[in-house]
Protein backbone atom coordinates (compact mmCIF):
# COMPACT_ATOMS: atom_id res chain seq x y z
CA UNK A 1 0.00 0.00 0.00
CA UNK A 2 1.56 3.74 -1.12
CA UNK A 3 2.04 5.95 1.74
CA UNK A 4 0.01 8.83 2.52
CA UNK A 5 2.43 11.61 2.97
CA UNK A 6 1.42 15.61 4.85
CA UNK A 7 4.76 17.70 3.67
CA UNK A 8 4.55 21.01 5.15
CA UNK A 9 7.34 23.43 2.44
CA UNK A 10 7.76 26.33 5.40
CA UNK A 11 9.63 28.39 2.73
CA UNK A 12 11.34 31.49 3.55
CA UNK A 13 9.18 31.52 6.72
CA UNK A 14 9.49 32.19 10.38
CA UNK A 15 13.42 33.30 12.72
CA UNK A 16 14.51 30.43 15.01
CA UNK A 17 12.92 31.04 18.11
CA UNK A 18 9.01 30.83 15.79
CA UNK A 19 10.66 27.73 14.63
CA UNK A 20 11.59 26.52 17.68
CA UNK A 21 7.49 27.18 18.59
CA UNK A 22 6.31 25.77 15.84
CA UNK A 23 7.98 22.63 15.87
CA UNK A 24 7.23 22.35 19.86
CA UNK A 25 3.56 22.91 19.19
CA UNK A 26 3.38 20.10 16.35
CA UNK A 27 5.07 17.39 17.89
CA UNK A 28 2.98 18.11 21.30
CA UNK A 29 0.04 18.16 18.79
CA UNK A 30 1.47 14.49 17.22
CA UNK A 31 1.96 12.90 20.29
CA UNK A 32 -1.77 12.96 20.92
CA UNK A 33 -3.14 11.94 17.64
CA UNK A 34 -3.34 8.12 16.51
CA UNK A 35 -2.27 8.23 12.87
CA UNK A 36 -2.50 5.00 10.44
CA UNK A 37 0.58 3.55 10.07
CA UNK A 38 0.80 4.02 6.17
CA UNK A 39 0.49 8.37 7.06
CA UNK A 40 3.43 9.84 6.98
CA UNK A 41 4.36 13.69 8.24
CA UNK A 42 7.06 15.75 6.79
CA UNK A 43 8.60 18.90 8.19
CA UNK A 44 10.41 20.85 5.51
CA UNK A 45 12.17 23.99 7.14
CA UNK A 46 14.43 26.04 5.64
CA UNK A 47 17.95 25.16 5.64
CA UNK A 48 19.64 26.82 9.01
CA UNK A 49 16.50 25.05 11.10
CA UNK A 50 16.86 21.29 9.72
CA UNK A 51 19.27 20.24 12.83
CA UNK A 52 16.71 21.70 15.02
CA UNK A 53 13.48 20.05 13.54
CA UNK A 54 15.96 16.89 13.13
CA UNK A 55 16.40 16.99 16.75
CA UNK A 56 12.53 16.94 17.37
CA UNK A 57 12.20 14.18 14.72
CA UNK A 58 14.14 11.84 17.15
CA UNK A 59 11.39 12.17 19.81
CA UNK A 60 8.16 12.33 17.35
CA UNK A 61 6.83 10.96 14.61
CA UNK A 62 7.70 12.64 11.64
CA UNK A 63 10.33 12.81 8.88
CA UNK A 64 12.31 15.87 8.23
CA UNK A 65 13.04 17.48 4.77
CA UNK A 66 15.16 20.05 2.58
CA UNK A 67 13.55 22.77 0.53
CA UNK A 68 16.46 22.71 -2.15
CA UNK A 69 19.54 20.55 -2.62
CA UNK A 70 22.60 20.80 -5.36
CA UNK A 71 22.74 19.54 -8.49
CA UNK A 72 26.30 18.91 -8.03
CA UNK A 73 28.30 16.15 -5.75
CA UNK A 74 30.72 18.71 -4.30
CA UNK A 75 33.06 21.24 -4.46
CA UNK A 76 33.38 25.08 -5.44
CA UNK A 77 29.63 26.25 -5.49
CA UNK A 78 29.37 29.07 -3.53
CA UNK A 79 26.12 28.87 -1.12
CA UNK A 80 24.98 25.40 -2.45
CA UNK A 81 24.34 22.51 -0.16
CA UNK A 82 24.91 18.89 -1.56
CA UNK A 83 22.66 15.92 -1.07
CA UNK A 84 25.63 14.30 0.95
CA UNK A 85 25.75 17.12 3.71
CA UNK A 86 22.12 16.86 4.01
CA UNK A 87 22.38 13.10 4.29
CA UNK A 88 24.74 12.93 6.58
CA UNK A 89 23.20 15.04 8.68
CA UNK A 90 20.31 12.67 9.16
CA UNK A 91 17.79 14.41 6.48
CA UNK A 92 15.51 12.22 5.40
CA UNK A 93 14.02 14.03 2.14
CA UNK A 94 13.76 17.06 0.02
CA UNK A 95 11.78 19.12 -2.36
CA UNK A 96 13.16 19.52 -5.62
CA UNK A 97 11.62 21.21 -8.51
CA UNK A 98 8.55 23.65 -7.03
CA UNK A 99 7.37 25.96 -8.99
CA UNK A 100 9.15 28.99 -7.28
CA UNK A 101 12.19 27.47 -7.66
CA UNK A 102 11.70 26.71 -11.50
CA UNK A 103 10.15 30.80 -12.06
CA UNK A 104 12.76 32.70 -10.00
CA UNK A 105 15.85 30.50 -9.90
CA UNK A 106 15.38 29.15 -13.13
CA UNK A 107 15.37 25.44 -12.33
CA UNK A 108 14.98 23.61 -15.65
CA UNK A 109 13.57 19.63 -15.75
CA UNK A 110 17.47 18.84 -16.86
CA UNK A 111 18.28 20.88 -12.98
CA UNK A 112 15.58 18.77 -11.57
CA UNK A 113 16.82 15.39 -13.30
CA UNK A 114 20.45 16.15 -11.50
CA UNK A 115 19.38 16.48 -8.04
CA UNK A 116 16.85 13.63 -7.81
CA UNK A 117 19.78 12.06 -9.03
CA UNK A 118 22.09 13.27 -6.28
CA UNK A 119 19.29 12.62 -3.89
CA UNK A 120 18.50 9.22 -4.72
CA UNK A 121 22.78 8.30 -4.68
CA UNK A 122 22.15 9.55 -1.10
CA UNK A 123 19.57 7.88 0.01
CA UNK A 124 17.28 10.92 0.19
CA UNK A 125 14.16 10.89 -0.97
CA UNK A 126 13.26 13.45 -3.58
CA UNK A 127 9.39 15.28 -3.85
CA UNK A 128 9.68 16.36 -7.36
CA UNK A 129 6.70 19.10 -7.73
CA UNK A 130 5.13 19.67 -10.96
CA UNK A 131 2.62 22.03 -12.22
CA UNK A 132 1.40 24.25 -14.50
CA UNK A 133 0.58 27.66 -14.80
CA UNK A 134 -2.84 29.40 -15.05
CA UNK A 135 -2.32 30.35 -18.85
CA UNK A 136 -1.10 27.05 -19.68
CA UNK A 137 -4.55 25.53 -17.97
CA UNK A 138 -6.42 27.74 -19.70
CA UNK A 139 -5.19 27.01 -22.95
CA UNK A 140 -5.73 23.30 -21.81
CA UNK A 141 -2.00 22.73 -22.07
CA UNK A 142 -1.54 20.91 -18.54
CA UNK A 143 -1.68 18.03 -19.25
CA UNK A 144 1.31 18.22 -21.59
CA UNK A 145 2.81 20.52 -19.64
CA UNK A 146 3.24 18.25 -16.55
CA UNK A 147 3.98 15.07 -18.89
CA UNK A 148 7.02 16.99 -20.29
CA UNK A 149 8.29 17.93 -16.20
CA UNK A 150 7.78 14.69 -15.25
CA UNK A 151 9.44 12.74 -18.18
CA UNK A 152 12.39 14.68 -18.37
CA UNK A 153 12.67 14.98 -14.51
CA UNK A 154 12.06 11.47 -13.50
CA UNK A 155 11.92 8.69 -16.86
CA UNK A 156 15.60 8.50 -17.04
CA UNK A 157 15.54 6.52 -13.56
CA UNK A 158 15.22 2.84 -13.13
CA UNK A 159 11.86 0.96 -11.85
CA UNK A 160 13.55 0.68 -8.37
CA UNK A 161 14.84 4.23 -8.33
CA UNK A 162 10.99 6.01 -9.41
CA UNK A 163 9.52 4.11 -6.40
CA UNK A 164 11.83 6.16 -4.15
CA UNK A 165 10.69 9.84 -5.40
CA UNK A 166 7.22 11.02 -4.29
CA UNK A 167 5.77 13.69 -6.94
CA UNK A 168 3.84 16.62 -5.87
CA UNK A 169 1.24 18.12 -8.27
CA UNK A 170 1.59 21.96 -7.49
CA UNK A 171 -1.28 24.01 -10.15
CA UNK A 172 0.94 27.03 -9.90
CA UNK A 173 -2.74 28.91 -10.08
CA UNK A 174 -3.62 27.20 -6.53
CA UNK A 175 0.04 28.32 -4.92
CA UNK A 176 -0.93 30.78 -2.41
CA UNK A 177 -3.81 31.87 -4.09
CA UNK A 178 -6.25 30.66 -1.82
CA UNK A 179 -7.75 29.29 -5.51
CA UNK A 180 -7.63 25.86 -4.72
CA UNK A 181 -8.11 23.04 -7.58
CA UNK A 182 -11.45 20.82 -7.47
CA UNK A 183 -11.12 17.58 -6.17
CA UNK A 184 -12.13 16.57 -9.63
CA UNK A 185 -9.27 19.19 -11.30
CA UNK A 186 -7.11 17.13 -8.72
CA UNK A 187 -8.08 13.85 -9.41
CA UNK A 188 -7.91 14.18 -13.09
CA UNK A 189 -4.44 14.79 -13.20
CA UNK A 190 -3.27 12.55 -10.26
CA UNK A 191 -5.00 9.87 -12.64
CA UNK A 192 -2.74 10.78 -15.43
CA UNK A 193 0.23 11.29 -13.77
CA UNK A 194 -0.67 7.76 -12.96
CA UNK A 195 -1.32 6.35 -16.15
CA UNK A 196 1.95 8.43 -17.45
CA UNK A 197 4.11 6.31 -14.21
CA UNK A 198 1.84 3.01 -15.64
CA UNK A 199 2.75 3.33 -19.08
CA UNK A 200 6.38 3.96 -18.69
CA UNK A 201 7.08 1.47 -15.98
CA UNK A 202 3.92 -1.15 -15.47
CA UNK A 203 0.55 -0.79 -13.17
CA UNK A 204 2.29 -2.41 -10.76
CA UNK A 205 5.00 0.49 -9.86
CA UNK A 206 2.79 3.52 -10.77
CA UNK A 207 0.34 1.69 -7.73
CA UNK A 208 3.12 2.30 -5.42
CA UNK A 209 4.03 6.02 -5.86
CA UNK A 210 2.35 8.37 -4.00
CA UNK A 211 0.96 11.73 -5.74
CA UNK A 212 0.37 14.48 -2.73
CA UNK A 213 -1.39 17.15 -4.12
CA UNK A 214 -0.59 21.21 -3.44
CA UNK A 215 -1.98 24.41 -3.81
CA UNK A 216 -4.46 26.60 -1.18
CA UNK A 217 -4.96 23.50 1.10
CA UNK A 218 -6.04 23.78 4.36
CA UNK A 219 -8.17 21.77 7.29
CA UNK A 220 -11.45 23.12 5.20
CA UNK A 221 -10.57 21.42 2.03
CA UNK A 222 -8.16 19.14 2.96
CA UNK A 223 -10.88 16.20 3.54
CA UNK A 224 -12.57 16.25 0.24
CA UNK A 225 -9.33 16.62 -1.85
CA UNK A 226 -7.15 13.76 -0.21
CA UNK A 227 -10.69 11.63 -0.43
CA UNK A 228 -9.64 10.79 -4.09
CA UNK A 229 -7.94 7.71 -5.10
CA UNK A 230 -5.14 8.98 -6.62
CA UNK A 231 -4.04 11.99 -4.11
CA UNK A 232 -2.56 10.40 -1.95
CA UNK A 233 -1.42 13.67 0.68
CA UNK A 234 -0.55 16.96 0.09
CA UNK A 235 2.32 19.48 0.40
CA UNK A 236 1.21 22.09 2.39
CA UNK A 237 2.97 25.74 2.22
CA UNK A 238 0.99 28.83 4.04
CA UNK A 239 -1.26 26.22 6.08
CA UNK A 240 2.26 24.73 7.80
CA UNK A 241 3.43 27.80 9.35
CA UNK A 242 0.66 27.44 11.93
CA UNK A 243 0.72 23.99 14.17
CA UNK A 244 -3.47 23.77 14.46
CA UNK A 245 -4.13 24.07 10.74
CA UNK A 246 -1.34 21.51 9.65
CA UNK A 247 -2.51 19.23 12.18
CA UNK A 248 -6.14 19.84 10.55
CA UNK A 249 -4.86 19.00 7.65
CA UNK A 250 -2.96 15.94 8.59
CA UNK A 251 -5.89 14.90 10.19
CA UNK A 252 -8.15 15.02 7.04
P1 LIG B 1 0.21 27.08 -0.35
O1 LIG B 1 -0.31 25.92 0.45
O2 LIG B 1 0.60 28.27 0.48
O3 LIG B 1 -0.70 27.43 -1.49
O4 LIG B 1 1.59 26.59 -1.02
C1 LIG B 1 1.65 25.36 -1.64
C2 LIG B 1 3.05 25.05 -1.93
O5 LIG B 1 3.69 25.72 -2.74
C3 LIG B 1 3.68 23.94 -1.21
O6 LIG B 1 4.91 23.61 -1.76
Redesign the pocket.
Known sequence: MRKHII?G?W?MNKNFSEADDLLNDLMEQLENVKLPRETQVIVCPPFPFLEMASDYANDSYFLVGAQNVSDKESGAYTGEVSAEMLASCEIDCC?VG???RRSYYGETNAIVAAKVDQLLKHDLMPIM?CGEVLAEREANRQFDVVKSQIEEGLFHLSADDIKRVVI?Y?PVW?????RTATPEQAQEMHHYIRTLLAEKYGSAVADEISILY?????PSNAKELFANPDVDGG??????LKADDFMGIVTA
Do not use: Q, V
Open positions: ANKIHSECAEAIGTGGGSCKLIGGAS
